[in-house]
């Protein structure tokens, strides 16, 4: 029996390596089983992280891109806003002008119907100093011609030129005043 236990020493041995070769098999293919899970799930996370970072770029771009174009309205607003104000001063400009030279004119106009006024007052005054003289060389003129015995030229009476008849041209002689 001796001869057998080394043997069976041996064989257990051998069968206890055996035993741990396959324990060790079992557990790297079930290390490379994990591993290839993991992997797969890896894969997955990592695509899944690309779509995200993909998708966040064409965010972040379109963002971006509606940025500028709210930047380049804003400009543009403002752009506007500053040629409307430009345009309003103008306007405020000119109607400042215009209510100067309106003023100017008003004036101008105001000026020239006093003078008119005066100038009509003055000849309203000498009119009737006229007509103050005339009643004066009148009177003086029936004065003379009662002292003289004359029948008076002047009564107040104006005869009329008859309406159907018409003068004749009479012709002038030398010394005739034309009062055409």
Request: with cysteine; glycine share 4%; charged share 35%.
């Amino acid at each position: 029996m001796a001869t057998s236990v080394p043997r069976t020493r041996a064989a257990a041995a051998l069968r206890m390596k055996q035993i741990a070769l396959d324990n060790q098999s079992c557990m790297i293919r079930h290390t490379r089983a994990k591993l290839e899970t993991e992997r797969r799930e890896s894969t997955a996370i990592k695509e899944g992280l690309e779509k995200k970072v993909s998708s966040l770029e064409k965010e972040h771009e379109s963002t971006r891109v509606s940025l500028e174009v709210s930047h380049t309205t804003i400009a543009g607003i403002t752009e506007i806003g500053l040629f409307m104000l430009k345009k309003i001063e103008r306007m405020k400009e000119k109607k400042q002008q215009t209510r100067e030279s309106h003023l100017e004119c008003h004036h101008k106009w105001q000026a020239r119907i006093q003078e008119a006024e005066g100038t009509l007052q003055e000849k309203h005054l000498v009119i009737e100093a006229l007509v103050e003289e005339k009643s004066s060389l009148h009177q003086k003129i029936q004065g003379l011609q009662e002292e003289n015995g004359a029948p008076a030229p002047f009564d107040d009476e104006w005869e009329e030129e008859p309406k159907g008849e018409e003068l004749e041209d009479i012709p002038m002689g030398e010394g005739d005043i034309d009062d055409e």
